[in-house]
Nanobody, 129 residues
Framework: QVQLVESGGGLVQPGGSLRLSCAASEFTLDYYTIGWFRQAPGKEREGVSC????????YYSDSVKGRFAISRDYVKNTVDLQMNSLEPEDTAVYFCAAAARGDTVQHMCTKPFDPYDYWGRGTQVTVSS
């Protein structure tokens, strides 16, 4: 079983930055996609950014494109999400997930999220002045 643990969340002012980290017990095996998702109170879970491990293709939702960047850290064995120019609308619990197989990175980052086999428990991001 793959264990995923998110970290890096916290309270930040609008316009600030955070870097989230998704630590996996093992990313060296054959995983199709690693994704970052978020869920705000009273709202459905949405895909934020996803990366296909095999070809390094990346996807960003329209709301975060140009502000967020997803990357792999081979030293720490993590998939990180750099979040810049944060807005109050970014406030949510952020989850990472891993899928052993799937479709295009865009399809893997949009509903439904059934292909994802493993989910972390989430980290809270609050953007407020």
């Amino acid at each position: 079983q793959v264990q995923l643990v998110e970290s890096g969340g916290g309270l930040v002012q609008p316009g600030g930055s955070l870097r989230l980290s998704c630590a996996a017990s093992e990313f060296t095996l054959d995983y199709y996609t690693i994704g970052w998702f978020r869920q705000a109170p009273g709202k459905e879970r949405e895909g934020v950014s996803c990366i296909n491990i095999s070809d390094n293709m990346k996807y960003y939702s329209d709301s975060v494109k140009g502000r967020f960047a997803i990357s792999r850290d081979y030293v720490k064995n993590t998939v990180d999400l750099q979040m810049n120019s944060l807005e109050p609308e970014d406030t949510a619990v952020y989850f990472c997930a891993a899928a052993a197989r799937g479709d295009t990175v865009q399809h893997m980052c949009t509903k439904p999220f059934d292909p994802y086999d493993y989910w972390g428990r989430g980290t809270q991001v609050t953007v407020s002045s």
